[in-house]
């Protein structure tokens, strides 16, 4: 493999990456947010110290 | 038992397409008992046992046949040193996350199953309305009501009932799409690894198409859009299995394997007719070839073998692929042609209509193929659904897509760069968009139809797979950590968020809980049940006939009872008649209560029987919603 290959392929490696954690950030929304806090209502009823601890986590 | 002898006999070695192929004969095989069963009003525990000792008895009288069945003591012993080789073969983190993505989702699953009854719309108005009154009749038939979608192919309702008849209870007909997500799974894997993609990243696409949101909340919705996704994908595994060179160490069986496809196909057309629009996307994928070489000119000598197969197949063996063949006829035409015959109409309840002509008449609206519904279909997905920006992903799919944050953070950009990088996305990916815009060619507009679609986040997580294998090119360990990482993230956000179907507030899930097990009744359950339903069963005495008024889209499923104890029949109500006409209808059915219900009854018919019962003249109001004859 010639080094501008390499280069390209690694590069591409880090675009990738690079888009997946924006469009990860872009997908996070706070109705989508809402959905996790959903069911830890439902856990905080079972587990309180668990949910406390994942609503600490998502932000509310 | 019958399954596990025809997976040998249409498949080719012990391997992830044997196990997916023994699932869909299961399906096919326990559902194809069940309409002879139920066609000759035999649906009983006693008469399904004996039916099947028979069967088996008869399957073991042929030496050849017994000799296959004799084999799964030790096939048994060999898949399970295969399974073991296999899953030593992924890396531990991958084994950890699939140790504790099937364990969340056993919990899940079991949980969701046992502590909800059903409570998704078209189910509860006729999915499992069939179903409930043929376990409670024991046989399969048409009945009077007002919901003449009960017509529409029903080889899932037929399936269902292997869920009910037994324990004559409702507690785990949830379950009933399992078989189907395990199948649709099972695929995704065959078809990444058919196109030679590594073992671990085909088994970690696998899981991050079995944590899509739309199709963990459909599993267990009581509906049959997961099955056809199952079918969807394993018809292509085994076209790109069959299109695929064999493995070194197995013997092709091209005849079984087209057979398998044809099943596949006719089962799948008696359990929704959407089959047909989403097939030429598969038929491209076949004629122009995933990789190159495998295109028409492999299909042509496909056929070569198979008819040369044919010619060295021996008399019981071609008995079995005749009868094969029947019974899948059997499961995709018998419905069509019953309406065919009954209604003059293969399509009833729905109306075929061609340029402005309705051809065939129908109780229900036209069925209809136009540019303005594909036009509106894909302006809904890209303004209002992509993204799921509109609302949290629920059972309806209300405006959402239900792709979850996998597809929409990893799915997108593997598959942007895998089309322009390779030809195998590229290729699935016109197969998987021939089969999209067909469908929205005809399906109607409307906010939850995504539901159609399940199968077809399975492209993002099969270009996921190909871009799994290509970081693994990469100089650098860091993307690739940070990939998997994400995914795992990813992953388990879509697990999280599903974990109650987005919408089931804890106060609700404490009321269910304080329900024993066998009496959580879909009435029950309010999250878009009126009241009415729930206050009525409680008045109302088990052993009555009870009688019923609800519009084409109500709820007529709670009304059975969890248990299916109580007899329903349909009263027709006309508001230009007298109250004396709608009691002489309750009397002629035998019944002294009517049901009705606000937004499942017409308000027509609410205002004209409350007028009734106010003048009580004939009838009585027992409650809002419930009058009895007066004595």
Not at chain 2, 182 to 196: E, G, K, Q, T
Request: charged share 15%; with cysteine; proline share 5%.
């Amino acid at each position: 493999m010639s080094s501008k290959t390499k280069l390209w392929r690694n590069l591409q490696s880090w675009l990738v990456i690079f888009v997946c954690l924006l469009l990860f950030l872009w997908y996070a929304r706070p109705q989508l947010l809402y959905s996790l806090i959903f069911p830890f209502q439902v856990m905080e009823w079972f587990f309180p110290g668990i949910a406390e601890m994942l609503r600490a986590l998502v932000g509310t | 038992m019958l399954a596990y002898i025809l997976a040998k006999f249409l498949s080719v070695r012990l391997d992830s397409l044997f196990v997916a192929t023994f699932v869909f004969l299961w399906i096919f095989l326990v559902t194809a008992f069940m309409l002879l069963m139920g066609l000759i009003g035999l649906l009983a525990p006693t008469p399904l046992l004996l039916g099947s000792l028979f069967g088996l008895v008869i399957l073991l009288v042929p030496g050849s046949l017994r000799a296959k069945a004799i084999e799964i003591v030790s096939d048994i012993r060999k898949l399970r040193q295969a399974f073991g080789e296999w899953w030593h073969s992924l890396p531990i983190w991958l084994r950890w996350f699939t140790g504790i993505a099937v364990l969340v989702s056993i919990f899940r699953f079991a949980a969701l199953t046992l502590i909800f009854p059903p409570f998704v719309w078209d189910s509860l108005t006729y999915h499992l309305t069939n179903v409930a009154e043929w376990t409670q009749r024991g046989r399969i038939m048409l009945f009077d009501t007002s919901m003449t979608r009960i017509y529409t192919p029903a080889n899932y309702e037929t399936f269902t009932l292997w869920f009910t008849v037994f324990i004559h209870h409702d507690v785990v007909v949830e379950m009933a799409g399992l078989p189907a997500y395990a199948l649709a799974v099972l695929s995704l894997y065959v078809i990444a690894r058919r196109l030679d993609f590594s073992r671990s990243a085909s088994w970690l696409g696998a899981l991050s198409f079995a944590s899509t949101p739309a199709l963990l909340l459909a599993t267990t919705g009581t509906k049959n859009d997961p099955h056809m996704a199952a079918y969807y994908l394993f018809t292509l595994a085994v076209v790109v299995t069959l299109s695929s060179n064999p493995k070194e160490d197995e013997q092709p069986n091209q005849l079984g394997q087209l057979t398998l496809l044809a099943i596949t196909i006719l089962y799948a057309f008696g359990t929704k007719a959407y089959i047909a629009h989403l097939l030429p996307g598969i038929l491209i994928i076949a004629v122009i070839g995933v990789k190159r070489g495998q295109g028409w000119q492999r299909w042509m000598e496909i056929f070569r073998d198979s008819v040369r197969q044919l010619r060295n197949t021996r008399r019981l063996q071609l008995l079995l692929l005749v009868l094969i063949l029947v019974a899948g006829m059997f499961l995709g035409l018998f419905w069509n042609t019953r309406n065919w015959v009954l209604q003059g109409n293969p399509f009833y309840p729905y109306g075929v209509e061609v340029g402005n002509e309705e051809v065939l008449p129908g109780a229900e609206r036209d069925a209809e193929i136009s540019f303005s519904r594909l036009r509106t279909n894909f302006t809904d997905l890209f303004l209002d659904k992509f993204g799921d920006k509109q609302s949290r992903i629920m059972p309806d799919l209300d405006n959402t897509t239900g792709w979850g944050w996998f597809v929409y953070s990893i799915g997108i950009p593997a598959l942007i760069l895998g089309c322009i990088l390779d030809r195998r996305v590229r290729m699935l990916a016109l197969g998987f968009g021939v089969s999209l815009t067909l469908i929205f060619f005809s399906i109607r507009p409307s906010p939850w139809n995504m539901r159609y679609l399940l199968w077809f986040p399975a492209l993002f997580s099969l270009s996921f797979v190909w871009l799994l294998d290509e970081l693994r090119k990469a100089d650098h360990q860091i993307p690739r950590i940070a990939i998997r990482i994400l995914t795992i993230i990813t992953l388990s956000m879509n697990y999280i968020a599903m974990l109650n179907y987005g919408r089931i507030p804890p106060e609700r899930f404490q009321a269910m809980l304080a329900i024993p097990l066998l009496e959580r009744d879909a009435a029950s359950l309010r999250i878009n049940m009126p009241g009415e339903y729930e206050n009525s069963l409680k008045i109302i005495p088990e052993e009555a006939l009870l009688g019923y008024n609800l519009h084409s889209n109500g709820f007529i499923y709670p009304l059975y009872r969890a248990d299916f104890a109580q007899y329903l029949v349909y009263v027709p109500v006309s508001v230009q008649g007298t109250c004396f006409e709608v009691a002489e209808a309750m009397r002629t059915r035998g019944t002294r209560y009517l049901f009705i219900a606000p937004e499942h009854t017409s308000d027509s018919v609410i205002s004209f029987l409350n007028d009734c019962g106010e003048s009580e003249i004939a009838l009585r109001e027992r409650t809002g919603n419930l009058y009895v004859l007066k004595d």
